[in-house]
């Protein structure tokens, strides 16, 4: 189990038991496990020539597209899935459950066309049989995509702002602890550790303790060793190699002095004990893997793992998301956050792929296509439909559009600035009623009536009036109000009047003052009553657009983090392919020395040599065969038998087949046209991996020795 009791000793950190290496399949060699196909498990160094290498990666994207097309249509089977969520945990302690399911997904049936296998389920029996291609699975799941100096513009805002902050801050001598989860194979850690030292007044003290864990557990044997490839060379300045890296035969090894200031240990970031009293946590490019509900759980560690005002650096496509009352933006465009003080936090429901809710199409009294001609006639077919009284068309903003019929008892011009507004030029008596009935109307969509509204002019009678609001949509779906006035006849009004006072004897007459300033009061009251309602239910609209925001502002941000998960999930198949083409590249080399080691040999040896396939055609000749035996560049691919030979031998052919057949060498002695005598020595040609693919015949000159023992 990873101890917190090993970290802030400043030594190298105690390695985990390491587990026990597993098992390969068992296949013979030279035969394909029928589970596994024909294919390479990683690490495998079953090289293949680069017609095979085509052509295996044109298989593994055809069923890769193949298993999408299937996977697009319906997901990979929950059941299965759990099940190999529970083989990686039960083998590795990582429960993926949590992490993005497309990614995972992906990363699965990259496998899957790997080994060439078309359902999850088969998967999932061979995962259980081949601990081999757990350990693929594992490692291909958990991305290691890094590099010195990731996101060069950050390291200059650290290097510039926060880190020379963070050193003044420190007490004497006491190191800045730093905190660098998901490290992979350790670049990131050493460049914090080289952008402190560079910051670093003092020589003498380590200004820095940096902690980087991750959960693969090769990725922080590698990040110990701390030697890395001359490739480094495109990220680091030549200053920094000088100065902080050691020029190694296999590349470049970082130097002791920044070893030292860096802890690698294996950790789950979601499942052990986190560090505490950290002053900088740079978690970069490990969220955009893990779901919401891991998400939350890793801020709140953050937040607990940071002291007041600590650090928190993310990816380039990180946010902290909903968990703005934990950190607070400190410079945003380099996604570096601070600890605020201790929030009150409730746990926050991941808000989900939400519809915004449809919008409520209000139903206008009438639709038409037109212009304003148009819409005066729509006008009049409205007020035809009633007894064409008093009243004007206004618009949304209360401009009078136009007068119809005798408006002057109810409407007047106002001093000062010349105006339109209905509001402005309603005569005493009437605002407050006709701005009820004009806010009603706009707020049911429903025609508004207003009674008994006590009118006085200037010099006007006083009239008793109606007002009625007729709201309608125009043209082009805009709004407009159809203000009718009814004045109200005397006879009418005394009669109600009558009838009134029979039925409440008390009540004052309705042009007394008082009375008339009561009324005012209440359509005013009821007037504020309605502002406040339209008011809350705005709040609320608002509240509920402003979810909306967030809501698609986190699919928004979901999507650039799949984005950048595709992206680095590219840079390490291009890494993968980078390996590759160096190993075929070392192989070619190798095999080249080997042909010029063959030649070097064929040409030394004085006697011909021969070699000859199994079907008895000519692969190769040395010069001596050229010479004794006739033989030309053009008789490679033809048969033995096809050849005109200079040897008296009837029963070469019999010979070779015999040698094939029998795996034995064999030697006779033959005689050339010319009388010239030879040992022939015929020999199986072997693989190294001991097939017979052949024959080589070997010619040795004995006519001298032939002559000498004749003449005896
Ligand atoms: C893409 S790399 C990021 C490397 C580095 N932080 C950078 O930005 O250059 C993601 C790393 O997160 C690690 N990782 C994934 N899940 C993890 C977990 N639960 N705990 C710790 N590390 C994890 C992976 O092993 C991998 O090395």
Same mark, same amino acid.
């Given at each position: 189990m990873w101890m917190t009791a090993q970290m802030g000793t400043g030594s190298p950190a105690t390695k985990r038991a390491p587990r026990s290496s597993p098992r390969r399949p068992p296949t013979k060699k030279g035969e394909a496990n029928p589970a596994l196909g024909r294919s390479r498990p990683a690490g495998d160094s079953d090289i293949l020539g680069p017609a095979g290498i085509g052509k295996d990666l044109r298989g593994i994207a055809q069923r890769t597209a193949a298993l999408k097309t299937r996977g697009g249509a319906a997901p990979l089977p929950e059941g299965d899935l759990v099940r190999l969520f529970q083989l990686l945990y039960a083998a590795r302690?990582?429960?993926?459950?949590? %992490?993005k399911p497309p990614t995972i997904e992906r990363r699965i049936r990259r496998r899957m066309a790997a080994m060439k296998v078309h359902s999850l389920a088969d998967y999932v029996r061979l995962l259980t049989d081949s601990p081999q291609e757990l350990d693929a699975l594992y490692a291909d799941i958990l991305i290691r995509v890094t590099s010195f100096f990731r996101d060069p513009a950050v390291f200059e805002v650290l290097s510039r702002d926060v880190i020379p902050a963070m050193l003044r801050e420190r007490s004497d001598n006491e190191p800045v602890r730093v905190w660098v989860p998901g490290c992979a194979s350790g670049e990131e850690v050493y460049s914090l550790a080289i952008a402190f030292l560079e910051a670093s007044?003092?020589? %003498?003290?380590?200004?820095v303790q940096i902690f980087g864990t991750d959960v693969s557990e090769p990725a922080i044997d590698r990040a110990r060793a701390g030697l890395y490839p001359a490739t480094i060379a495109e990220n680091v300045s030549p200053e920094r190699l000088r100065r902080f890296f050691t020029t190694s035969e296999d590349g470049y090894r970082v130097n002791r002095y920044v070893r030292d200031c860096c802890v690698f240990a294996r950790q789950n970031l979601t499942q052990d004990p986190p560090f505490s009293r950290l002053d900088f946590i740079s978690c970069r490019n490990?969220?955009?893997?893990?779901?919401p509900v891991l998400q939350r759980r890793v801020m709140n560690i953050f937040h607990y793992a940071l002291r007041e005002a600590g650090y928190l650096l993310l990816g380039s496509s990180e946010t902290i998301g909903n968990f703005g009352d934990l950190f607070r933006a400190s410079d945003r465009k380099t996604r570096l956050y601070q600890k605020s003080a201790s929030p009150q936090r409730q746990a926050v429901p991941y808000i989900g792929n939400t519809q915004p809710p449809a919008r409520r199409e209000k139903t206008g009294m009438v639709q038409e296509q037109g212009s304003i001609p148009n819409l005066f006639r729509e006008a009049d077919n409205v007020l035809l439909a009633r007894i064409s009284p008093a009243g004007v068309l206004i618009n949304e903003q209360m401009e009078i559009l136009q007068f119809r019929g005798r408006t002057g008892p109810f409407l007047e011009l106002a001093p000062g600035t010349a105006s339109l507004n209905l509001l402005k030029m309603a005569r005493q008596g009437l605002l407050a009623d006709l701005r009820i009935a004009i806010h009603s109307a706009h707020k049911n969509d429903t025609p508004a009536r207003r009674d008994g509204i006590h009118l006085r002019g200037d010099g006007n009678p006083a009239i008793t009036a109606s007002v009625e609001v007729l709201p309608f949509t125009g043209p082009a779906k805009e709004r407009f109000y159809l203000v009718l006035f009814h004045e109200q006849p005397a006879v009418a009004i005394e009669a109600k009047s009558k009838k009134k006072r029979g039925s409440a004897a008390a009540e004052p007459p309705p042009s007394r003052p008082v009375e008339r300033l009561k009324r005012e009061l209440d359509a005013t009251r009821e007037y504020l009553q309605s502002i406040i309602e339209e008011q809350e239910t705005m709040n609320e609209e608002l509240r509920s657009a402003s979810q909306e925001t967030q809501s698609s502002n986190e699919e928004l941000q979901s999507t650039n983090e799949e984005l950048e998960t595709a992206k680095e999930e590219l840079q390490s198949s291009n890494e993968e392919l980078t390996t590759l083409n160096e190993e075929l590249e070392n192989r070619h080399e190798q095999l080249g020395r080997a042909n010029n080691d063959l030649l070097n040999i064929l040409t030394s040896v004085d006697f011909p040599v021969v070699m000859l396939d199994s079907g008895l055609r000519i692969r190769r000749f040395n010069p001596g065969a050229q010479r004794t035996l006739n033989l030309v560049a053009a008789d490679i691919g033809r048969s033995i038998r096809d050849l005109k030979m200079t040897l008296v031998l009837d029963q070469l052919e019999e010979l070779i087949t015999g040698v094939i057949d029998r795996l034995e060498a064999c030697e006779l002695e033959v005689q050339d046209r010319a009388g010239r005598w030879y040992l022939l020595r015929i020999r199986p040609y072997k693989t190294?991996?001991?097939?017979?693919e052949g024959v080589v015949l070997v010619l040795i000159d004995i006519n001298d020795v032939k002559r000498l023992v004749g003449s005896r």
């Amino acid at each position: 189990m990873w101890m917190t009791a090993q970290m802030g000793t400043g030594s190298p950190a105690t390695k985990r038991a390491p587990r026990s290496s597993p098992r390969r399949p068992p296949t013979k060699k030279g035969e394909a496990n029928p589970a596994l196909g024909r294919s390479r498990p990683a690490g495998d160094s079953d090289i293949l020539g680069p017609a095979g290498i085509g052509k295996d990666l044109r298989g593994i994207a055809q069923r890769t597209a193949a298993l999408k097309t299937r996977g697009g249509a319906a997901p990979l089977p929950e059941g299965d899935l759990v099940r190999l969520f529970q083989l990686l945990y039960a083998a590795r302690d990582v429960d993926f459950t949590h %992490y993005k399911p497309p990614t995972i997904e992906r990363r699965i049936r990259r496998r899957m066309a790997a080994m060439k296998v078309h359902s999850l389920a088969d998967y999932v029996r061979l995962l259980t049989d081949s601990p081999q291609e757990l350990d693929a699975l594992y490692a291909d799941i958990l991305i290691r995509v890094t590099s010195f100096f990731r996101d060069p513009a950050v390291f200059e805002v650290l290097s510039r702002d926060v880190i020379p902050a963070m050193l003044r801050e420190r007490s004497d001598n006491e190191p800045v602890r730093v905190w660098v989860p998901g490290c992979a194979s350790g670049e990131e850690v050493y460049s914090l550790a080289i952008a402190f030292l560079e910051a670093s007044a003092d020589s %003498y003290s380590s200004p820095v303790q940096i902690f980087g864990t991750d959960v693969s557990e090769p990725a922080i044997d590698r990040a110990r060793a701390g030697l890395y490839p001359a490739t480094i060379a495109e990220n680091v300045s030549p200053e920094r190699l000088r100065r902080f890296f050691t020029t190694s035969e296999d590349g470049y090894r970082v130097n002791r002095y920044v070893r030292d200031c860096c802890v690698f240990a294996r950790q789950n970031l979601t499942q052990d004990p986190p560090f505490s009293r950290l002053d900088f946590i740079s978690c970069r490019n490990v969220m955009i893997y893990l779901g919401p509900v891991l998400q939350r759980r890793v801020m709140n560690i953050f937040h607990y793992a940071l002291r007041e005002a600590g650090y928190l650096l993310l990816g380039s496509s990180e946010t902290i998301g909903n968990f703005g009352d934990l950190f607070r933006a400190s410079d945003r465009k380099t996604r570096l956050y601070q600890k605020s003080a201790s929030p009150q936090r409730q746990a926050v429901p991941y808000i989900g792929n939400t519809q915004p809710p449809a919008r409520r199409e209000k139903t206008g009294m009438v639709q038409e296509q037109g212009s304003i001609p148009n819409l005066f006639r729509e006008a009049d077919n409205v007020l035809l439909a009633r007894i064409s009284p008093a009243g004007v068309l206004i618009n949304e903003q209360m401009e009078i559009l136009q007068f119809r019929g005798r408006t002057g008892p109810f409407l007047e011009l106002a001093p000062g600035t010349a105006s339109l507004n209905l509001l402005k030029m309603a005569r005493q008596g009437l605002l407050a009623d006709l701005r009820i009935a004009i806010h009603s109307a706009h707020k049911n969509d429903t025609p508004a009536r207003r009674d008994g509204i006590h009118l006085r002019g200037d010099g006007n009678p006083a009239i008793t009036a109606s007002v009625e609001v007729l709201p309608f949509t125009g043209p082009a779906k805009e709004r407009f109000y159809l203000v009718l006035f009814h004045e109200q006849p005397a006879v009418a009004i005394e009669a109600k009047s009558k009838k009134k006072r029979g039925s409440a004897a008390a009540e004052p007459p309705p042009s007394r003052p008082v009375e008339r300033l009561k009324r005012e009061l209440d359509a005013t009251r009821e007037y504020l009553q309605s502002i406040i309602e339209e008011q809350e239910t705005m709040n609320e609209e608002l509240r509920s657009a402003s979810q909306e925001t967030q809501s698609s502002n986190e699919e928004l941000q979901s999507t650039n983090e799949e984005l950048e998960t595709a992206k680095e999930e590219l840079q390490s198949s291009n890494e993968e392919l980078t390996t590759l083409n160096e190993e075929l590249e070392n192989r070619h080399e190798q095999l080249g020395r080997a042909n010029n080691d063959l030649l070097n040999i064929l040409t030394s040896v004085d006697f011909p040599v021969v070699m000859l396939d199994s079907g008895l055609r000519i692969r190769r000749f040395n010069p001596g065969a050229q010479r004794t035996l006739n033989l030309v560049a053009a008789d490679i691919g033809r048969s033995i038998r096809d050849l005109k030979m200079t040897l008296v031998l009837d029963q070469l052919e019999e010979l070779i087949t015999g040698v094939i057949d029998r795996l034995e060498a064999c030697e006779l002695e033959v005689q050339d046209r010319a009388g010239r005598w030879y040992l022939l020595r015929i020999r199986p040609y072997k693989t190294m991996e001991n097939r017979v693919e052949g024959v080589v015949l070997v010619l040795i000159d004995i006519n001298d020795v032939k002559r000498l023992v004749g003449s005896r």
